[in-house]
């Protein structure tokens, strides 16, 4: 992960998760400060309260598109930075991790935690 990914993840902004193997395409949306970024071993941990749709879609494929961005973070053209990170994804109930985002987030049922297979600057 590099830096102007991880300073765009340091702003507010939507996040959109998207799966394709349905039809059509899953589509949820959370917020990029609920996203806990684990830069040094390439994950992301996302609080669930509902992502049904995604997590059906991933009993047969559980590959995902995240996209996310900051008009504050300078751009490749100017204002403006956003990503595309594209990984696999497996929903969590228990555990360490589990237990560190309730405590954070009281509100949900699972994790989706994303394994980061490739970053893309869009813009």
């Avoid at 300073?7 to 349905?22: F, K, L, R, W």
């Avoid at 996203?35 to 609080?47: E, F, K, M, S």
């Avoid at 598109?65 to 696999?88: I, Q, R, Y």
Wanted: aromatic share 8%; glycine share 8%.
């Amino acid at each position: 992960m590099d830096a102007k990914f991880l300073d765009v993840m340091q702003h507010e902004g939507p996040v959109t998760i998207v799966t394709i193997n349905a039809h059509p395409a899953s589509v949820v949306n959370t917020w990029m400060s609920y996203v806990d970024v684990h830069a040094d071993d390439n994950y992301l941990l996302i609080p669930a309260a509902g992502m049904h749709s995604i997590e059906a879609d991933f009993k047969t494929d559980n590959t995902v598109t995240l996209t996310m961005g900051s008009k504050a973070v300078e751009g490749t053209v100017g204002p403006g930075a956003g990503f595309h990170v594209h990984g696999t994804g497996e929903f969590i109930a228990s555990g360490a991790a589990f237990d560190t985002m309730q405590a954070k987030f009281p509100w949900i049922r699972e994790v989706l935690k994303v394994t980061v297979h490739d970053i893309e600057q869009k813009i």
